[in-house]
């Protein structure tokens, strides 16, 4: 099982980015995955989650109505669209395969946002 992450960058605050995860080793419309995020000197953050074989999705009251999370069956790839990006939303994200509750085991190197003027 590997997890790669990238889009990261950045970004002027109000901009947008799109994170992409490349799963490899299962199948991602299979299984729950989600999106973590952990900002500079502080813990890690769920972020976003999308259940497996259905498009139920939930989000963090912190981003809601700002990311939407989707993934690609056929490129077997898991996506955060950012959009009205904040200076709170800098960190590094990483996906995981998990519901909200994710434990740090299996995640991919990650890949930071930097959201500032």
């Known amino acids: 099982v590997q997890l790669v992450e990238s889009g990261g960058g950045l970004v002027q605050p109000g901009g947008s980015l799109r994170l992409s995860c490349a799963a490899s080793g299962f199948t991602v419309r299979m299984y729950a995955m989600s999106w973590v995020r952990q900002a500079p000197g502080k813990g890690v953050e769920w972020v976003s989650s999308i259940l497996g074989g259905k498009n139920r999705t939930a989000y963090a009251s912190s981003v809601e109505g700002r990311f939407t999370i989707s993934r690609d069956n056929a490129k077997n790839t898991l996506y955060l669209q950012m959009n009205s990006l904040k200076p709170d939303d800098t960190g590094v994200y990483y996906c995981?395969?998990?519901?909200?509750?994710?434990?740090?085991?299996?995640w991919g190197q990650g890949t930071q946002v930097t959201v500032s003027s």
């Open positions: 995981a395969r998990c519901w909200i509750s994710c434990p740090r085991t299996g």
